[in-house]
Nanobody
Framework: QVQLVESGGGLAPARGSLRLSCVASGRDIVSIKLMGWYYQAPEKSRELVATITSGGSTNYADSVKGRFTVSGDNAKNMVYLQMNSLKPEDTGVYYC?????????????WGQGTQVTVSS
């Protein structure tokens, strides 16, 4: 099992910055190979923001490329999302995600979410 706890959300002006943090804990954290961030805007489905593998490879949604940076600290079991040049459409609940792969089966874990609100 893996528990994820996010922090760092809040209110920011357009063109401002926020930094989200997520700490992982639990008996299976050594098996985590992929972590990342998703967001859910009001009345919309959850969408990928960025991911990072345990080896440091990253992937970003087109909408955040050049503005957001995902990073990780394996020693601290943490993943971060640096959000710059924020836009009002970035507003939503941001969820930390971790994936464990056991053979052909993927196990997904989610944090409780942290609200990000960008004012215009």
């Amino acid at each position: 099992q893996v528990q994820l706890v996010e922090s760092g959300g809040g209110l920011a002006p357009a063109r401002g910055s926020l930094r989200l943090s997520c700490v992982a804990s639990g008996r299976d954290i050594v098996s985590i190979k992929l972590m990342g961030w998703y967001y859910q805007a009001p009345e919309k489905s959850r969408e990928l923001v960025a991911t990072i593998t345990s080896g440091g490879s990253t992937n970003y949604a087109d909408s955040v490329k050049g503005r957001f940076t995902v990073s990780g600290d394996n020693a601290k079991n943490m993943v971060y999302l640096q959000m710059n040049s924020l836009k009002p459409e970035d507003t939503g609940v941001y969820y930390c995600h971790a994936r464990i792969r056991d053979g052909l089966v993927d196990y997904h874990f989610w944090g409780q979410g942290t609200q990000v609100t960008v004012s215009s």
